[in-house]
């Protein structure tokens, strides 16, 4: 037996026209379970471009496609999935007679039991009849996904704690230094290092005065040797606003030195984007000449 009745597909048909479907789950406080749930159905064709919508509301949850950990109710021929309920005592082996899990299922786990063939069908490449995909399912049982998802979170939450909000500071110290590292104002210092100064570059640039796009960031790495990197156009973006010299790209050492006119570089890579210099002086160097060359300088609106 491949699990409980087949689910039925959303609730309304869709065109390209239409808006995506809409999950439901609670605003507030949130959990790995509804987490797990809402990331397990975006893993399904109809749900992929799905809208999370995070509420309580009654009258908003009615117009989802499909509800999780909220709403007080289990039904899923109307796609809803709560566990909150007092009547609600369901198990893996209570929905799936042969299965000898005895727990009391979460909505992950209801999202699990009720997708989950569907899902590994889909993510391996076969029909939902093939055994592997019986087999899959419980081996990778929903307790396994649960305690991987609550490990990933974890660590996501301690690099936001420990190294991207610390680097906030960093970041605002680095601007507020900005022209004693050079006159123009366009080129920061990580005084400590490396840290994800990117996305609070980027919010703290439009504030400020005067205006100014920043091009570079220069800091040392682990083995204390320096790097210029390249500010992207924009966030996530694989284009520089100003990228180092076509000519030094893929080059290095000595044959850097050679075409660039400054001793000392270790690399550029081949899209220009970062390169390596042994001092922090040199690095300098390689930021003010790709200044000196370019021919348009656009500014912060």
Same mark, same amino acid.
């Given at each position: 037996?491949?699990?409980?009745?087949? #689910?039925?597909?959303?609730?309304? !048909?869709?065109?390209?026209?239409? $808006?995506? !479907?809409?999950?439901?789950?609670?605003?507030?406080?949130?959990?790995?379970?509804?987490?797990? $749930?809402?990331?397990?159905?975006?893993?399904?064709?109809?749900?992929?471009?799905?809208? @999370?919508?995070?509420?309580?509301? /009654?009258?908003?949850?009615?117009?989802?496609?499909? #509800? #999780?950990?909220?709403?007080?109710?289990?039904?899923?021929?109307?796609?809803?999935?709560?566990?909150?309920?007092? *009547?609600?005592?369901?198990?893996?082996?209570?929905?799936?007679?042969?299965?000898?899990?005895?727990?009391?299922? *979460?909505?992950?786990?209801?999202?699990?039991?009720?997708?989950?063939?569907?899902?590994?069908?889909?993510?391996?490449?076969?029909?939902?009849?093939?055994?592997? #995909?019986?087999?899959?399912?419980?081996?990778?049982?929903?307790?396994?996904?649960?305690?991987?998802?609550?490990?990933?979170?974890?660590?996501?939450?301690?690099?936001?704690?420990?190294?991207?909000? /610390?680097?906030?500071?960093?970041?605002?110290?680095?601007?507020?230094?900005?022209?004693?590292?050079?006159?123009?104002?366009?080129?920061?210092?990580?005084?400590?290092? $490396?840290?994800?100064w990117k996305e609070h570059l980027y919010h703290?640039?439009?504030?400020?005065?005067?205006?100014?796009?920043?091009?570079?960031?220069?800091?040392?790495?682990?083995?204390?040797?320096?790097?210029?990197?390249?500010? !992207?156009?924009?966030?996530?973006?694989?284009?520089?606003?100003?990228?180092?010299?076509? !000519?030094?790209?893929?080059?290095?050492?000595?044959?850097?030195?050679?075409?660039?006119? @400054?001793?000392?570089? @270790?690399?550029?890579?081949?899209?220009?984007? @970062?390169?390596?210099?042994?001092?922090?002086?040199?690095?300098?160097?390689?930021?003010?000449?790709?200044?000196?060359?370019?021919?348009?300088?656009?500014?912060? *609106?």
């Amino acid at each position: 037996m491949l699990g409980p009745d087949p #689910v039925p597909p959303p609730k309304r !048909p869709r065109s390209k026209l239409m $808006a995506p !479907p809409r999950i439901g789950t609670h605003n507030g406080t949130f959990h790995c379970d509804e987490a797990l $749930a809402c990331a397990l159905l975006r893993l399904l064709p109809e749900y992929r471009d799905a809208e @999370i919508v995070r509420t309580r509301d /009654p009258e908003k949850l009615a117009s989802c496609d499909i #509800v #999780v950990d909220v709403g007080g109710e289990y039904d899923p021929r109307r796609h809803r999935y709560d566990h909150h309920q007092r *009547s609600f005592t369901e198990t893996m082996s209570s929905l799936s007679p042969g299965k000898p899990w005895q727990t009391k299922l *979460s909505s992950a786990g209801l999202i699990y039991l009720h997708f989950g063939h569907k899902l590994l069908a889909q993510l391996l490449g076969t029909s939902e009849e093939d055994s592997m #995909v019986g087999t899959l399912y419980d081996k990778a049982g929903f307790k396994r996904a649960m305690d991987l998802v609550q490990e990933e979170f974890l660590q996501r939450l301690d690099f936001y704690q420990h190294s991207w909000l /610390p680097a906030r500071a960093l970041v605002e110290e680095a601007l507020a230094q900005r022209f004693q590292v050079d006159p123009s104002g366009e080129i920061v210092e990580l005084a400590k290092g $490396a840290c994800p100064w990117k996305e609070h570059l980027y919010h703290l640039e439009s504030g400020l005065s005067p205006p100014v796009a920043i091009f570079f960031v220069i800091y040392t790495d682990q083995a204390g040797q320096w790097r210029i990197q390249c500010v !992207p156009k924009e966030p996530h973006s694989f284009q520089s606003r100003l990228p180092l010299p076509e !000519p030094w790209r893929g080059l290095r050492d000595e044959a850097l030195d050679q075409v660039s006119g @400054i001793p000392g570089c @270790i690399f550029v890579h081949a899209s220009g984007f @970062i390169g390596g210099h042994r001092t922090r002086e040199g690095a300098l160097s390689m930021a003010r000449a790709t200044l000196a060359q370019r021919s348009y300088l656009p500014q912060i *609106s």
